[in-house]
């Protein structure tokens, strides 16, 4: 048996974002690791914190043929979306009237295009998403009924847009805690039957959407075959496991809390 060749900490950095093997100075680390580190916590800051632009989202998601509603959450700043999370798991009541008020929906999902944590992530990447998403969800004969743009949104609050517009499964694309190699990165979150009260349990969750991560094709076929699965036994969250052979890859989870 050939003995493996050494790996060199130059190959370990190529396998990982992470922070690995940085070297110090003495009992610091390196000027340029201190800088690295330093920019890339700015970024998740940033990205916490960027404006959500609700009107240039609808005007991309109109371009594609969908006809998109607008809601907000109770959260009506981004101090209180981020120091009151329940805030952003409910609608406000004039978003609430205004869903109350449509036409029941007669397809089989709702989608649901929320903040969350990284409105950058939302920016980047729902658009695209969609693009590679939808001719999938066709391919199942799964109709969309539904396309909702949420301002301060939890994860949670889909679950009461959901059970508003009458859908049978729930899809929110929403941007997820940043870190320091992913300020950037878009979750998708799954549930059957939504309404209030639904937990986490009760979810699957696609993560890791981002330019290091999940490509737009692979997320995609992960989130139809969930929201194929799911409308074919009527369950979601930690009753339904993938089965579609790519359990394995890194991106699929059942459940994941982000709200």
């Known amino acids: 048996m050939m003995t493996p060749a050494p790996r060199s900490v130059t190959d370990l950095r190529n396998l990982t974002p992470a922070r690995v093997a940085l070297g110090r100075t003495g009992a610091s680390l390196t ?7 330093t ?18 989202l609808i005007a991309a998601l109109g371009a594609l043929g969908f006809d998109v509603c607008a809601v907000s959450s109770r959260a009506t700043n981004r101090q209180d979306y981020l120091r009151r999370p329940d805030l952003g798991r409910r609608l406000d009541p004039a978003s ?18 929320g903040d969350g944590l990284s409105p950058t992530a939302v920016h980047a990447h729902a658009v695209a998403l969609l693009r590679r998403l939808v001719p999938r969800l066709a391919a199942e004969r799964i109709e969309i009924g539904a396309i909702v743009v949420a301002s301060g949104a939890r994860v949670a609050l889909a679950d009461e847009i959901g059970a508003l517009v009458g859908a049978r499964l729930v899809v929110v694309l ?15 979150y799954l549930t059957f039957a939504p309404r209030l009260g639904r937990t986490d349990a009760e979810r699957n969750c696609v993560s890791n959407i981002h330019r290091d991560g999940l490509t737009y094709d692979e997320a995609a076929r992960k989130i139809a075959w969930l929201v194929a699965e799911g409308l ?16 394995k890859q890194l991106g699929i989870a059942s459940p994941l809390t982000l709200a």
Not at 31 to 37: E, G, I, S, V
Not at 96 to 113: H, W
Request: charge should be neutral; aromatic fraction near 2%.
């Open 232 to 247: 074919k036994r009527g369950v979601t969250g930690v009753t339904l496991k993938d089965e579609s052979g790519e359990g």
């Open 174 to 188: 929403i941007g997820e805690r940043p870190g320091l190699s992913a300020p950037d990165s878009l979750g998708a």
């Open 96 to 113: 609430a009237t205004i869903l109350k008020a449509q036409k029941r929906t007669s397809g089989d999902i709702a989608i649901v295009i």
């Open 39 to 56: 920019l890339d916590h700015a970024r998740a800051r940033d990205a916490v914190h960027a404006a959500f632009d609700p009107p240039g």
């Open 31 to 37: 000027t340029k690791a201190l800088l690295d580190f």
